[in-house]
């Protein structure tokens, strides 16, 4: 399932505490981690970040009114569950709390200037052919609406997705591969039903996910990703030891580079502003284009390739003009999206966050007989639903099966038996179980 849910904050709380040590050594990764903490976490770290030794945590409750309020407890959870404050023993033996060093460090050389520059010393000359903020909004969504047109369309051969995004997207399990063709998965189509900022923050866990195996670092990564977050839009940064990992940000629009050896990269605002997508979800939206009539009838106000593509997943496609396509919702072609993985709830999903502002006046906004009709087809397909399972034939007499069975339902495995018969079929979980015990049992009666 495609979830969202899970913020910068969250992600690193999942991090071994090895990799977390190491990115708090990163000051834009504090700085970023701190904006992610709530009000009152932020106060308890600013009164914290400069104090070098244990603080009594006698002392901390005086500075809430109540210490059981939810805020507060929140906060504490949030600094606990990052490992950004621990409890620690003060000079006279009570508990107090103590910020952790490397976090410590990392803030107050983000908040309060030296260090080394994030993006480190490089002298190099500035860009001669500068891009304008307008270019690279036009680039960004270009290169991303790439990416996706690439999931729908079904042709693996396109040059446009390199051999690393197009294999993050089949591990990631967006879509299916046979041969040269692929096909979208319902987690691919539940992904492209989000708007553009959580659609990158999700292909972006992907990546992290899969990093180390494609030879990068995940906390080098993870890193300049925050790094990335509190760049200047239209600005161009020097690229460093971060070469292969701006060539794939590349190709997904988050940053633009002109020809691969260029020393200069510019980040897009998608770069910049996705990491808001899990904590925001009321990112901008762009109007609805679709008409379902009662007829089945699909009318998409529209002449862009991607949505035209999406429409054409579950619907034959009629008519086709500049800026308008007419479709055709049919027993076929929910069957076909159906086989794809696409459910039926992830159509009507589509349909209506993508209604025309004329279809979002009805209640409800997609005709009941359309809802209920496209359930059904769906239904048709699980009459019936198949399970491996391993039988179990020829016992010698009604004892020998009535143990085999006793034990077999014991651990929950039988799918199916018959007495009179002496037939028993058990899961394919269960069955080295129920061998094991056989051949036990028959060892134990001499048989």
Not at 296 to 323: C, G, K, M, P, Q
Request: with cysteine; net charge positive; proline share 4%.
């Amino acid at each position: 399932v495609v979830s969202t849910q899970s913020t910068g904050h969250e992600y690193i709380q999942k991090l071994p505490q090895s990799t977390q040590d190491r990115l708090y050594t990163h000051p834009a990764t504090c700085l970023a981690l701190f904006r992610s903490l709530s009000e009152t976490a932020q106060q308890y770290v600013m009164r914290l970040l400069f104090l070098g030794h244990p603080f009594p945590l006698e002392s901390l409750t005086s500075w809430v009114v109540n210490v059981r309020d939810k805020p507060n407890l929140d906060a504490t959870k949030q600094l606990k569950s990052v490992r950004l404050w621990s409890v620690v023993k003060t000079e006279n033996g009570s508990d107090g709390v103590i910020l952790h060093p490397n976090f410590r460090k990392g803030l107050t050389t983000a908040m309060c200037g030296g260090g080394m520059s994030w993006y480190g010393n490089h002298q190099l000359e500035p860009d001669k052919k500068p891009k304008t903020v307008e270019f690279l909004d036009s680039y960004a969504k270009e290169r991303w609406e790439c990416l996706l047109q690439y999931m729908v369309q079904g042709n693996s051969d396109s040059d446009k997705v390199s051999p690393d995004i197009a294999n993050l997207l089949l591990q990631s399990g967006m879509i299916n591969r046979s041969g040269n063709e692929h096909a979208i998965t319902s987690t691919g189509f539940q992904f492209l039903l989000l708007n553009t900022p959580s659609q990158i923050w999700y292909f972006m866990l992907r990546y992290l996910d899969k990093c180390d195996t494609i030879g990068l670092n995940l906390t080098t990564c993870l890193a300049f990703i925050f790094q990335l977050s509190f760049s200047t839009l239209g600005k161009a940064y020097p690229i460093g030891s971060h070469g292969t990992f701006v060539q794939h940000l590349r190709q997904i629009g988050l940053v633009y580079q002109r020809r691969h050896t260029s020393p200069w990269f510019y980040p897009t605002r998608h770069a910049i502003d996705f990491l808001s997508a899990g904590s925001n979800k009321t990112a901008e939206k762009k109007e609805g284009f679709l008409v379902v009539e009662t007829n089945f009838r699909v009318y998409a106000y529209t002449s862009n390739e991607l949505d035209i593509a999406l429409v054409a997943l579950f619907a034959e496609t009629l008519h086709r003009f500049e800026s308008f396509v007419v479709g055709h919702i049919t027993r076929e072609s929910v069957q076909m999206a159906l086989q794809n993985g696409i459910s039926a709830k992830q159509i009507l999903d589509f349909l209506e966050s993508h209604a025309h502002p004329q279809m979002l006046k009805n209640k409800p906004i997609i005709a009941p007989t359309v809802t209920d009709q496209l359930y059904l087809w769906e239904m048709e397909r699980s009459r019936l639903s198949t399970e491996e399972g391993v039988l179990y034939s020829q016992f010698l007499s009604d004892a020998d099966f009535k143990v085999v069975h006793e034990y077999a339902q014991n651990i929950g495995c039988v799918q199916w038996s018959n007495i009179q018969k002496r037939l028993l079929v058990v899961n394919k979980k269960g069955h080295g179980d129920v061998k094991k015990y056989w051949k036990a049992y028959k060892k134990e009666h001499g048989e």
